[in-house]
């Protein structure tokens, strides 16, 4: 039962040995090469970063650590047996690779409710904010809030040797996680409540603090929290979130720095604000269906009404993923078990039948299938979270496991700097097109 901080020092020294050998033996071959359309097209499935802590198939979906979820669900010790994930547990797994005993898991989640409490300026800078402001970005403010307490910032410019970074990176990591369920608790009850915030319970795990302070008392929805902040933890490097905050930590800005950045990208509508948006497209679907029971010719006609109307059929699609995401699929098993007579849980069911069907049909899209925003709302509302331009914070405060366990491991491993070469189109031209 050794420490995640043992356990993260013998397998760094490990790992460092291990990425010199392999770039000694094949530093100079081919990774993966990029065409022109490649180029101007957002990069897509260029091969040109290494990244530890997930991979993504485009066919059986996300592995933590080589993990699939089903697996995680079955392995990761949860608040009971038989339970959800624990978030704390996938964090260990996330930082170290290794499946976390239950010791293990109660010392990490000691460790981070001895770092949860928020400070009392952070909290005042986030009650400045005007309450209309998006959710998203009250929670990015309070992310750069608490940037003064970056033990990274402070220690660099102390001038700490470079093969102790990552301990400094491990240090704010672990602190903004801890912080961050508050942060988000706080953002909800400002936008929502009137500013009536609620204590944190330090005594709990990380999901039920985060229900109990948004004014939540019920255990099984504390039970889809810890599945819904184990699902959405990381997605590999590439996509807009995990690469925010890898390219700006690679500027060797703090962890605060690098989050906050993350953060803004995850609030795009093709990112994670997708969850908000797949809920207010089925409410408008409920309501053009307007009483009549949901039928698949009728849903078949608004899908088509709504890619007429140039708009994307949010939580369908996805720039890797070629089959239903493993994200979907675990929340609708969670779905089946919980609240399968939900009307909203209905429709999405039978969306799935039709939606694929006519994005196939339409012929643009690479894959017709739903990723996991397609899902995640449809549950928070059943528990009561109604308030839609909320559920991307709940995203956040999960993205930060994989995201800043990653740039933990960047910093361990030395990763310089991110600066890949850029051309212009003239210069395409002349060296490509008048060769
Ligand atoms: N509805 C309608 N059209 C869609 C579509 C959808 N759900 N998904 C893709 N398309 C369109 C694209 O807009 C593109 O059209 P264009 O050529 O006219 O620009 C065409 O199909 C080809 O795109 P494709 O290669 O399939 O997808 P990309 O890799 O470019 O983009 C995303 C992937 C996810 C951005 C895209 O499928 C999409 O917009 N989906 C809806 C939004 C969404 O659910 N985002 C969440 C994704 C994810 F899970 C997450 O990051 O959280």
């Known amino acids: 039962n050794a420490s995640l901080k043992e356990i993260l020092e013998q397998k760094i020294g490990e790992m460092r040995e ?3 050998q392999v770039r ?8 993966g090469t990029c065409t022109v359309d490649q180029a101007y097209g957002g990069m897509r499935s260029v091969k040109a970063m290494t990244y530890e802590t997930s991979l993504l198939d485009p066919n059986e979906g996300i592995r933590f650590r080589g993990y699939s979820i089903p697996e995680c669900q079955k392995l990761l010790p949860g608040i009971k047996q038989g339970g959800e994930p624990l978030p ?10 290794e499946i976390p005993s239950v010791q293990q898991v109660t010392a990490l989640r000691e460790e981070l409710s001895s770092r949860a ?3 009392d300026r952070v909290k005042k800078t986030l009650n400045s904010v005007s309450p209309s402001l998006h959710p998203m970005a009250q929670f990015s403010i ?3 809030a608490m940037q003064s307490d970056s033990v990274f910032a402070r220690e660099y410019a ?3 040797p470079k093969n102790k970074w990552w301990e400094y990176c491990l240090e704010d990591s672990l602190t903004l996680i801890a912080r961050l369920p508050q942060v988000a608790a706080i953002v909800y009850r400002n936008t929502y ?8 319970d330090l005594k709990l795990d990380m999901s039920a603090r985060l229900t109990k302070m948004m004014g939540f008392q019920n255990p099984e929805f ?3 929290m810890r599945l819904y902040l184990t699902i959405h933890a990381d997605h590999e490097g590439g996509n807009v979130s995990a690469h925010s905050v890898r390219l700006v930590g690679s500027a060797l800005s703090d962890p605060f720095l690098s989050f906050s950045a993350g953060m803004n990208g995850l609030a795009g509508p093709l990112h994670g604000l997708a969850n908000q948006n797949v809920l207010t497209w089925l409410l408008q679907v409920k309501e053009k269906l307007g009483g009549q029971a949901p039928t698949k010719e009728n849903l078949t006609k608004i899908c088509w009404d709504t890619l007429n109307s140039g708009n994307v059929i949010p939580g369908f699609g996805h720039a890797v993923l070629r089959r239903t995401d493993p994200r979907y699929m675990c929340q609708r098993e969670f779905a089946l078990k919980h609240l399968p007579n939900d009307e909203i849980f209905q429709l999405v069911s039978l969306l799935y039948e039709v939606v694929p069907k006519v994005l196939s049909e339409q012929g643009k899209v690479s894959n017709p299938w739903p990723n996991v925003d397609a899902h995640s709302g449809t549950l928070l509302r059943y528990y009561g979270v109604k308030e839609m331009t909320f559920y991307t914070v709940l995203f956040g405060v999960s993205r930060a496991l994989g995201t800043l366990s990653s740039l933990v491991w960047d910093r361990a491993l030395g990763l310089p700097i991110e600066r890949p070469k850029s051309v212009t189109t003239r210069w395409i031209k002349e060296n490509l097109v008048h060769k």
Do not use: C, M, W
Not at 25 to 31: E, F
């Open 18 to 20: 291990e990425v010199a």
């Open 24 to 31: 000694h033996a094949v530093g100079n071959q081919v990774l």
């Open 88 to 97: 704390e547990s996938l964090l260990f797994l996330l930082l170290t690779g």
């Open 117 to 119: 409490q928020l400070p």
């Open 142 to 144: 309070g992310i750069l």
């Open 158 to 160: 102390r001038g700490a």
């Open 193 to 200: 409540y009137q500013g009536k915030q609620l204590e944190a």
């Open 222 to 224: 504390d039970e889809l």
